[in-house]
């Protein structure tokens, strides 16, 4: 069932571009989506944005704090009443109650088939409301934008929440099957060095997401992956979550094909809090416990909203933890192994770490990496936690899970040199484990080599919010200023 909410303060200018923007349902995906929706809304653009009802769902249940349950962007329009932002939810096909987490499929199905339809009903009622809408704005992993911007006469923008070099990859796909380095027998040159990639200089097949690692490339997610990034190729624009200056090879390759403008960070970098709630579980508060502890003396552990970790490997990673003596701060969430295996630590692991551990369901996580206790983050490597944890300067011990995280580690750890890897090779063993947390933690030389490296890509970071990120934006907005210009003279 639609459910919608005007802003109250809505400014009713017909001159102000109108987009509607689409969240894809997945947590890492809405946050950068809700702060691309302020940042546009802050420079003179209206915004509808669409949510999912179940993330939508979750963001209330977890947010008791917050008293605008029908509205996330309540708070930050009270905050700043000039923002022009209505917010809106959809169903994408699944009862609210549905675990899309064990049943991950049937939730890609859903985001291919239901969703849509639900988004379209959503659309048509805001064009035949709000005449000035020129623009959809969806998730580059949406497989229905381009069809229907065009089916409502709007301009296409995709947004693109990975890196550029993720993007590059599926840009080419054409030249990774040529090469035979994708797909059916690719497994066995898992060591083959791929060199003929525009914009991309040499990586390891190992480098590529994990799903273009798979032999078998009709499974459910890649019927969702391959389709959405033909359609994002039909975009007259992308916007993306990352910084020109971090990935201008791989930027200048995308650039050939289409307008790609770098926005990142999406982040609000003023505070470590934002004005909408957007996380799915409820934040512990850790703030007391790491005031509690010296500068730069705990470990950060999360492995994000989405991923899972097998038993096994968990169990290796807590043992590694436990030996290494260092404080630890440890989000392990209700579903990392499965939805079915609510506490996976090892027994007895939380006694044997009282008071030099902390370890929590959830947590902001923005709220920690900004904390002067904490020295260093033992990550998945997703985009957004990667982005967050160079700009508060806190090197990183890399564990891909799934998805881009692959490629983020081959940045993170090769390309930029500031982190490392939590094992050189699987399986994992606790022994490396421990000597690679002292390595970081403990006054080792590869510590305050990472320390010092990434002080120089954070600055590149805070350049850019104040440079070429934000040229970019003006950019966009004046191209797209020009395209409506020659559409109104074309009518």
Same mark, same amino acid.
């Given at each position: 069932?639609?459910?919608? #909410?005007?802003?109250?303060?809505?400014?009713?200018?017909?001159?102000?571009?109108?987009?509607?923007?689409?969240?894809?349902?997945?947590?890492?995906?809405?946050?950068?989506? &809700?702060?691309?929706?302020?940042?546009?809304?802050?420079? !003179?653009?209206?915004?509808?944005?669409?949510?999912?009802?179940?993330?939508?769902?979750?963001?209330?249940?977890?947010?008791?704090?917050?008293?605008?349950?029908?509205?996330?962007?309540?708070?930050?329009?009270?905050?700043?009443?000039?923002?022009?932002?209505?917010?809106?939810? &959809?169903?994408?096909?699944?009862?609210?109650?549905?675990?899309?987490?064990? #049943?991950?499929?049937?939730?890609?199905?859903?985001?291919?088939?239901?969703?849509?339809?639900?988004?379209?009903?959503?659309?048509?009622?805001?064009?035949?409301?709000?005449?000035?809408?020129?623009?959809?704005?969806?998730?580059?992993? %949406?497989?229905?934008?381009?069809?229907?911007?065009?089916?409502?006469?709007?301009?296409?923008?995709?947004?693109?929440?990975?890196?550029?070099?993720?993007?590059?990859?599926?840009?080419?796909?054409?030249?990774?099957?040529?090469?035979?380095?994708? @797909?059916?027998?690719?497994?066995?040159?898992?060591?083959?060095?791929?060199?003929?990639?525009?914009?991309? %200089?040499?990586?390891?097949?190992?480098?590529?997401?994990?799903?273009?690692?798979?032999?078998?490339?009709?499974?459910?997610?890649?019927?969702?992956?391959?389709?959405? /990034?033909?359609?994002?190729?039909?975009?007259?624009?992308?916007?993306?979550?990352?910084?020109?200056?971090?990935?201008?090879?791989?930027?200048?390759?995308?650039?050939?094909?289409?307008?790609?403008?770098?926005?990142?960070?999406?982040?609000?970098?003023?505070?470590?809090?934002?004005?909408?709630?957007?996380?799915?579980?409820?934040?512990?508060?850790? +703030?007391?416990?790491?005031?509690?502890?010296?500068?730069?003396?705990?470990?950060?552990?999360?492995?994000?909203?989405?991923?899972?970790?097998?038993? *096994?490997?968990?169990?290796?990673?807590?043992?590694?933890?436990?030996?290494? @003596?260092?404080?630890?701060?440890?989000?392990?969430?209700?579903?990392?192994?499965?939805?079915?295996?609510?506490?996976?630590?090892? /027994?007895?692991?939380?006694?044997?770490?009282?008071?030099?551990?902390? +370890?929590?369901?959830?947590?902001?996580?923005?709220? &920690?990496?900004?904390?002067?206790?904490?020295?260093?983050?033992?990550?998945?490597? @997703?985009?957004?936690?990667?982005?967050?944890?160079?700009?508060? *300067?806190?090197?990183?011990?890399?564990?891909?899970?799934?998805?881009?995280?692959?490629?983020?580690?081959?940045?993170?750890?090769?390309?930029?040199?500031?982190?490392? !890897?939590?094992?050189? *090779?699987?399986?994992?063993?606790?022994?490396?484990? =421990?000597?690679?947390?002292?390595?970081?933690?403990?006054?080792?030389?590869?510590?305050?080599?990472?320390?010092?490296?990434?002080?120089?890509?954070?600055?590149?970071?805070?350049?850019?919010?104040?440079?070429?990120?934000?040229?970019?934006?003006?950019?966009?907005?004046? *191209? =797209?200023?020009?395209?409506?210009?020659?559409?109104?003279?074309?009518?």
């Amino acid at each position: 069932m639609e459910n919608s #909410n005007s802003n109250p303060n809505q400014i009713k200018n017909r001159s102000k571009p109108h987009a509607i923007l689409v969240a894809h349902p997945l947590q890492g995906h809405l946050i950068p989506s &809700v702060q691309l929706a302020i940042k546009l809304a802050s420079n !003179n653009f209206s915004i509808t944005f669409i949510n999912a009802e179940n993330i939508h769902h979750q963001i209330t249940l977890s947010n008791t704090t917050n008293h605008s349950h029908d509205d996330i962007f309540a708070e930050a329009r009270r905050n700043s009443p000039s923002l022009d932002i209505d917010y809106m939810t &959809v169903s994408d096909g699944l009862p609210v109650g549905f675990d899309r987490s064990l #049943n991950h499929d049937q939730w890609v199905g859903a985001t291919i088939h239901c969703f849509p339809a639900h988004v379209e009903v959503a659309v048509a009622k805001i064009v035949r409301s709000k005449p000035a809408v020129c623009c959809l704005i969806a998730d580059s992993y %949406s497989v229905w934008a381009s069809k229907l911007a065009k089916k409502y006469g709007l301009f296409y923008v995709s947004f693109w929440t990975e890196s550029a070099m993720v993007l590059d990859f599926y840009f080419h796909l054409h030249l990774l099957k040529e090469f035979g380095h994708i @797909g059916p027998g690719s497994s066995g040159c898992k060591d083959a060095i791929i060199d003929y990639i525009p914009g991309i %200089s040499s990586i390891k097949r190992t480098d590529l997401t994990s799903y273009l690692q798979e032999e078998d490339l009709t499974t459910m997610a890649h019927q969702s992956i391959f389709p959405s /990034i033909e359609d994002a190729k039909r975009a007259e624009f992308i916007l993306a979550n990352t910084v020109h200056e971090l990935e201008a090879q791989p930027i200048s390759a995308i650039q050939t094909q289409t307008p790609f403008y770098a926005i990142g960070p999406l982040f609000p970098i003023e505070f470590s809090t934002s004005p909408v709630a957007t996380s799915l579980w409820a934040e512990s508060d850790c +703030i007391t416990w790491l005031d509690s502890k010296p500068p730069g003396s705990v470990l950060y552990v999360s492995f994000g909203s989405y991923a899972h970790i097998s038993k *096994e490997e968990l169990e290796e990673i807590a043992n590694g933890i436990k030996l290494s @003596g260092v404080n630890f701060l440890w989000v392990v969430r209700p579903d990392m192994v499965s939805s079915d295996d609510s506490d996976p630590l090892p /027994i007895g692991f939380r006694d044997e770490v009282n008071g030099r551990g902390m +370890i929590v369901t959830w947590t902001n996580q923005k709220a &920690v990496l900004s904390h002067r206790a904490t020295g260093g983050f033992l990550t998945h490597c @997703g985009w957004n936690s990667t982005l967050e944890s160079i700009w508060y *300067e806190v090197p990183f011990l890399c564990f891909p899970l799934l998805t881009d995280q692959f490629t983020n580690r081959k940045l993170i750890v090769d390309d930029w040199k500031i982190g490392c !890897n939590l094992c050189e *090779e699987k399986p994992l063993k606790r022994m490396e484990v =421990l000597q690679k947390i002292k390595d970081l933690m403990i006054g080792g030389k590869l510590g305050f080599e990472l320390k010092d490296n990434i002080k120089r890509i954070k600055q590149l970071l805070e350049n850019a919010t104040k440079g070429s990120s934000e040229k970019n934006v003006h950019s966009f907005f004046e *191209e =797209l200023n020009v395209a409506i210009e020659k559409k109104s003279l074309a009518c």
